[in-house]
């Protein structure tokens, strides 16, 4: 089946370059989506759904998977945008009005702020694609759980490359480099039997060692402890950096908000994040 993506209906406006840009990627993404969503509703029928469902969109709204399918370009950062709608209910649970939703996952954080009402944008980055749609005024950075941690022209580095799933994290025995992953391995932050796949901390530790033995190579010498909490901090202070810019640099103050952590990585994160930025009120999952 040819799929079909039209400019016209996609983002009907001038300005060329962003009416292709967000054209091509709606093209690209189109047959992933009515994959996706055709199996998802054979899953669905298989176990006995027999009511309808809808999909998030970027900018928090709901459509039908119909829409999803033409249009997927207005659903490629669902993802955040749920977890920023999720987060304002939680913060109205405990009565906390302003919220900061804080997402880590393996390879960026995405966070967004909701004062009553959110913030929007109509034209964005995701990637190296510019998309005219509606989303979520979320900002991104580029530190995740796979952010790779080195030792570069004199100075400790947090991303912004990342080890991805493939080869992934040092600890999950694929060969991959030092990241996030596994310098909260080594902290103790993480429990080795909860990943749920099979996890060696000798590689982790092996990948530490080799960082340890380039800085002394640079007569950087430091002990493991040490450089731990350095990438620990630097990770910390980039994904505070991300809060600020949603923030203080628009005229709001984050000792205000209440953080709400989700993400693969999130709450191993979330109290040193609030630590940068002196928010005393922290809210992550249950089973973290």
Known sequence: KLEVSISSEINPQLREYERASTTVVNAYVKPLMAQYVGNLKKLMKQQGFKGSFLFMQ???????????????????????????????????????????????????????????????????????????????????????GGSICRFFEGRLTVGSESAGADPGPACYGAGGPLTVTDVNLLCGRLDPARFGIPIDVEAARSRLDELLAVMAKHAAESTAEAVLSGLTQIADERMAAAIRRVSLERGYDPTDHGLVAFGGAGAQHACGVASCLAIDCVIVPVDA
């Open 58 to 144: 970027s900018s928090g709204g709901l459509n039908s998977p119909e829409t999803a399918i033409e249009l997927p370009v207005r659903f490629v950062e669902s993802g955040p945008a749920g977890g920023g709608q999720a987060s304002a209910w939680v913060g109205g649970l405990i009565g906390k009005p302003d919220i900061m939703s804080f997402d880590m996952g393996g390879t960026s954080t995405d966070v967004a702020r909701w004062d009553g009402d959110f913030e929007y944008q109509f034209e964005h980055r995701v990637g190296d694609a510019y998309l005219v749609a509606p989303a979520l005024a979320i900002e991104t950075v580029a530190a995740g």
